[in-house]
Nanobody, 121 residues
Framework: QVRLVESGGGLVQAGGSLRLSCRTS????????MGWYRQAPGEQRELVAS???????NYADSVKGRFTISRDNAKNAVYLQMNSLKPEDTAVYYC???????????????WGQGTQVTVSS
């Protein structure tokens, strides 16, 4: 069974920093891309940042210049360094990967359970 577990969330004051980690366990055959999404109360889940197999990154306009996504391919882990946090960054943050758990599996998206990030003003 593949599991994705986020950590590093918490309460931080505006202007502060947090580093989110997403570690995977279980059998993973390949990962095409990994990413971070977030969902604030009353809002749709949105892409925060993604990184593909070629290390090409993509960021939401609202976090460009403040957040940095990175991967550890050996560990099948993805990280999100969040700097200059704003109250509007408050949300549950979810990691995912897009890939295959084994040779016979089709490509699909796998999600973590989420970690709460709260930024106070």
């Amino acid at each position: 069974q593949v599991r994705l577990v986020e950590s590093g969330g918490g309460l931080v004051q505006a202007g502060g920093s947090l580093r989110l980690s997403c570690r995977t366990s279980g059998s993973i055959f390949s990962i095409n891309a990994m990413g971070w999404y977030r969902q604030a109360p009353g809002e749709q889940r949105e892409l925060v940042a993604s990184i593909d197999s070629g290390s090409v990154t993509n960021y939401a306009d609202s976090v460009k210049g403040r957040f940095t996504i990175s991967r550890d391919n050996a560990k099948n882990a993805v990280y999100l360094q969040m700097n200059s946090l704003k109250p509007e960054d408050t949300a549950v943050y979810y990691c995912n990967f897009y890939g295959r758990v084994n040779y016979g599996s089709g490509v699909r998206v796998y999600w973590g359970q989420g970690t709460q990030v709260t930024v106070s003003s």
